[in-house]
């Protein structure tokens, strides 16, 4: 870990998705910190019957394509997110297409899923198994597709012997009319379609079925959503995707940039939705809280705001891989501070 400062000031010099790019290469190539301590019991949970080492898990978007997903694990993570990935390759939209905020803690990327598609992806998936890790795989829509719910419904079929979870992600602000597939009768549709496929592609043995949601949703549509999911088979929710708000606070010089902004300044939206969906399901349905976690302290907030896991990314590109062992380590001081023998105990504390 001590190689990151040398090396992530240089990579902070090279264009973002560059930078990202080397890194992922490097990581896929054994090329990356290794050894990560035991975690302390405290943080060890079940969620949607699977078993986390611990909470804390890397968020989809870093490792688009599946090739990392072992070295992220060896970093510490509880679990990783691969994709999104679409069912045809696609290059997504032009670039630039990621901007970073430095004076923000911040990034802002239009990568408009991005995808080398299905079969590239499933081909380096076929030597996980589970209990090396959990691994998800993050489901997204080619953008030119005329029937979203086959494309999810596709990539159900082609993952779900080899995910650990799936996400039905509807949430990205980069494909048009994307987000649209959040309303109520568009979403029932899409789950539908994607759990008759998992039951058919695994003969009833399906793995958990999640569904990832925007931040800028408003109330009545979060109250429709939480309807939709007690009417399915959705067994958890990610709370949230990127925000296209720009905050008035922002400084960074790219803060005008269309897309999706991440960090930061994602904390503090992202965590009121986290809370309002944990109430409109009374704590029923298992979510993971994702947007601006930078520390323990953070990370323990998502908890007690409902989260029984947490995903990161952003942080990671200002503060390096040192910072999963600094956020488990935070978080179970503070668990462990607050009298908590396990951290399922203190998930949705806040609103006790």
């Known amino acids: 870990m001590d190689a990151y400062r040398l090396f992530g000031p240089l990579l902070r010099l090279l264009p973002p998705e560059t930078a990202h790019h080397l890194t992922v290469r490097a990581l896929a190539h054994g090329f990356g910190p290794r050894g990560a301590a035991p975690d302390d019991p405290v943080l060890a949970t079940r969620v949607f019957g ?25 970093l510490g993570f509880g679990f990783v997110e691969v994709g999104s990935i679409t069912p045809r390759p696609q290059p997504g939209n032009p670039p630039p297409r990621v901007f970073r905020l430095p004076e923000d803690r911040a990034v802002i990327n239009r990568l408009g899923f991005n995808s080398g598609g299905h079969a590239a992806a499933a081909a380096r998936l076929v030597a996980h198994r589970p209990g090396a890790g959990v691994v998800g795989i993050n489901l997204g829509k080619n953008r030119d597709s005329a029937d979203a719910a086959a494309d999810y419904a596709r990539g159900a079929t082609v993952f779900a012997g ?19 597939l959040q309303g109520p009768a568009e979403l029932t549709e899409v789950l539908s379609r994607v759990t008759a496929a998992m039951d058919k592609a ?33 067994d958890g929710v990610i709370v949230s995707n990127t925000t296209v708000a720009r905050p008035p606070e922002l400084k960074g010089r790219h ?4 897309g999706g902004l991440s960090g930061r300044p994602l904390f503090a939206p992202s965590t009121r939705v986290l809370s309002k969906m944990y109430r409109l399901t009374a704590g029923s349905v298992p979510l993971v809280g994702v947007g601006g976690i930078a ?6 907030a998502k908890i007690r705001a409902g989260a ?3 995903q990161l990314y952003t942080a990671l590109i200002y503060q390096g891989p040192a910072l999963v062992a600094r956020i488990k380590s935070g978080l179970a001081a503070r668990l462990k501070a607050d009298g908590y023998r396990h951290v399922a105990d203190a998930v949705g504390a806040d609103h006790r």
């Open 202 to 234: 695994t003969t009833g043995h399906s793995p958990p079925l999640l569904l990832k949601i925007a931040p800028d949703l408003a109330d009545r549509d979060l109250e429709d959503i939480a309807a939709v999911v007690g009417g399915q088979a959705v």
């Open 308 to 310: 029984a896991l947490i």
């Open 50 to 74: 699977l078993n986390f080492p611990n909470p804390v898990g890397l968020a989809a978007g870093f490792d688009k394509e599946a090739e990392a997903y072992r070295a992220m694990l060896d």
């Open 162 to 180: 080899l995910a650990d979870y799936l996400v039905v992600n509807v949430s990205s602000p980069n494909t048009p009319g994307l987000r649209a």
């Open 295 to 300: 520390s323990g302290a953070d990370a323990y």
């Open 255 to 258: 803060r005008q940039e269309a």
